[in-house]
C-alpha cells in the first residue's frame, strides 16, 4: 500500500504513526496489546483496514486567528496553540472541505473567532459528522456566546455552497473549558440530527452523543463482540455504556430482551428512538451511571445472562466492576479503547472470570490508539 504523508505530522500531533509503514503499526498494535493482555487470554491478530484513510466520520476543528486571519484546525497537544490544517488523511474529504468553505465565510459574515485569551469573538469550533451509509451531514457551529444575528443568511449562503449538508446547528459554549460542546444548542437548519446506517439497522445520532468515528471498524468490532456473545434468543443481555443504543440494538434480534444504560441523556433518547426507528420491541433504555444502574440491579435480584461493556477511555467504575462479580452474568463481552484500563479491570474480573477471547480491531488506523474486545465467562467454580 502507498504510504501517504501529511505536511502537518508531528506539528499536529493527531496521527503518531503516519511515518510508519501500516503493517508495522499493526504490528506494533499486536504486540502492545501482547505485552499488556496475553497474561488474561492470547490476542488473535489485529483487524486492520483494507484503505486506512479517510474514515474519521466525525471531525472537529478549532478556530482562532493569526496575522488578522481566521484559521483553523487542531490544537497543538497540550497545548492551546492552533496548527492550521485544512486536508487530513484520517478525516472525511467532505467534512474538511465544509470547515474550510465556513473559514472563508466568517469575515464577509463578520464572524470572528473565539480567542481564549481575551474571551473576545465568536466562533470556537466547527464540528462536522457525515453518516457513512446514509451521506447525512450535521455541521455544529460552537458559539461562545448565543445571539447570532446573521444565522440565517449565514446557514443560506452555507448550504447554497455545500448542498450536501442536511443540518446546521448552534451549540452554545461560554465556559472556560476544553470540552468542545456546551449544553445548550438549537437548530438552524434541517432536522437537528442525523441518521446512519450500521449492520442493517438505521440509528439517530444527535450533535452531544457518541457515535463511534470509524464506521467500517465499527461493524467489523460489532460483528466480533456479538459473535463472542453466542446468543440464542433466550439471554436478557445488558448493554453497558450504550451510547445511542448500537450494540444492543444489533444484537437484539438474537436476544430475549436488552437493556441499556447510558449516562448522557440526549444520547439515551437517542437510542429510545433507535430502537422505535427499527422497530425493535424487546430493547429498554435507561439514562444512569452504569456502575449505580447495576448495583441497583443486583440489589434488585436481577440478573443479566450476558453483559456488553463499552467504557470510555478511563475504563470502568470499582462499584460496575462489583457488582458485575455479584451478579456474575454468564458472559461479559468487554470493549475498550484503551489496552491499559482494560487490563486493570480484567485483573478485578479474574476472581470470577477467565478470559476465553481476546481481539484487537483497528479503529484508528496511524495513531498510537487501540480497541481490543475480550470474551470473559464464568469460572467453572465461580458460579456456586
Ligand atoms: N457502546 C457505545 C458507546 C461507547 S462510548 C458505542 O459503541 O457507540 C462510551 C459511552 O459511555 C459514552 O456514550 C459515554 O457517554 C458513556 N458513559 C461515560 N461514563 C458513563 C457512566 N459512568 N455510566 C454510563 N455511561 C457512561
Known amino acids: 500500500m502507498e504510504q501517504k504523508t501529511c505536511p502537518a505530522f508531528k506539528k499536529c500531533g493527531s496521527c503518531q504513526m503516519l511515518d510508519l509503514p501500516y503493517k508495522r503499526q499493526?504490528?506494533?498494535?499486536?504486540?502492545?496489546?501482547?505485552?499488556?493482555?496475553?497474561?488474561?487470554?492470547?490476542p488473535e491478530k489485529t483487524v486492520g483496514m483494507k484503505y486506512p484513510y479517510h474514515y474519521r466520520n466525525k471531525v472537529q476543528a478549532a478556530f482562532g486567528s493569526a496575522g488578522g486571519r481566521v484559521i483553523s484546525g487542531v490544537y497543538q497537544s497540550s497545548s492551546h496553540k492552533i496548527v492550521?490544517?485544512?486536508?487530513?488523511?484520517?478525516?472525511?474529504?467532505?467534512a474538511d472541505k465544509i470547515i474550510c468553505e465556513i473559514r472563508k465565510m466568517c469575515p464577509s459574515f463578520k464572524i470572528k473567532p473565539y480567542d481564549e485569551v481575551k474571551e473576545t469573538g465568536f466562533l470556537r469550533h466547527v464540528l462536522v459528522r457525515r453518516g457513512f451509509s446514509s451521506g447525512q451531514i450535521m455541521v455544529v457551529l460552537v458559539t461562545a456566546k448565543e445571539p447570532f444575528k446573521s444565522a440565517e443568511s449565514f446557514v443560506n449562503e452555507l448550504v447554497r455552497r455545500r448542498p450536501d449538508i442536511t443540518t446546521v446547528v448552534q451549540n452554545i459554549n461560554g465556559g472556560f473549558t476544553s470540552l468542545v460542546l456546551g449544553e445548550k444548542q438549537r437548530v438552524l437548519y434541517g432536522k437537528?440530527?442525523?441518521?446512519d446506517e450500521l449492520c442493517g439497522l438505521t440509528f439517530k445520532i444527535?450533535?452531544?452523543?457518541?457515535?463511534?468515528?470509524?464506521?467500517?471498524?465499527?461493524?467489523?468490532?460489532?460483528?466480533?463482540?456479538?459473535?463472542?456473545?453466542?446468543?440464542n434468543g433466550e439471554q436478557t443481555v445488558l448493554d453497558a455504556y450504550c451510547g445511542i443504543g448500537t450494540i444492543g440494538l444489533c444484537a437484539a434480534s438474537h436476544a430475549k430482551e436488552v437493556i441499556g444504560v447510558e449516562l448522557n441523556a440526549d444520547a439515551v433518547n437517542d437510542?429510545?428512538?433507535?430502537?422505535?426507528i427499527n422497530g425493535i420491541k424487546n430493547a429498554r433504555f435507561f439514562c444512569a451511571d452504569a456502575g449505580?444502574?447495576?448495583?441497583?440491579?443486583?440489589?434488585?435480584g436481577n440478573r443479566p445472562d450476558v453483559v456488553f461493556m463499552d467504557p470510555p477511555?478511563?475504563?470502568?467504575?470499582?462499584?460496575?466492576?462489583?457488582?458485575?462479580?455479584?451478579i456474575m452474568p454468564q458472559k461479559v463481552v468487554y470493549i475498550s479503547c484503551n489496552p491499559e484500563t482494560m487490563a486493570?479491570?480484567?485483573?478485578?474480573?479474574?476472581?470470577?472470570?477467565?478470559?476465553?477471547?481476546?481481539?484487537?480491531v483497528d479503529m484508528f488506523p496511524h495513531t498510537e490508539h487501540t480497541e481490543v474486545v475480550a470474551l470473559l465467562e464464568q469460572k467453572e467454580n465461580a458460579a456456586e
Open 192 to 195: 437537528g440530527y442525523i441518521e
Open 292 to 300: 449505580e444502574f447495576l448495583k441497583e440491579t443486583a440489589a434488585e
Open 344 to 360: 486493570r479491570d480484567l485483573e478485578t474480573l479474574k476472581k470470577g472470570y477467565t478470559v476465553k477471547k481476546l481481539c484487537p
Open 84 to 94: 492550521p490544517v485544512d486536508r487530513c488523511l484520517l478525516e472525511d474529504v467532505a
Open 271 to 276: 437510542a429510545k428512538q433507535n430502537a422505535e
Open 26 to 42: 499493526l504490528m506494533i498494535k499486536q504486540n502492545r496489546v501482547k505485552r499488556l493482555l496475553s497474561k488474561f487470554a492470547k
Open 313 to 326: 477511555r478511563a475504563g470502568s467504575s470499582k462499584r460496575f466492576l462489583n457488582s458485575l462479580l455479584e
Open 206 to 231: 444527535s450533535p452531544r452523543s457518541f457515535y463511534q468515528i470509524n464506521p467500517v471498524q465499527t461493524a467489523v468490532l460489532y460483528n466480533k463482540a456479538i459473535g463472542y456473545a453466542n446468543l
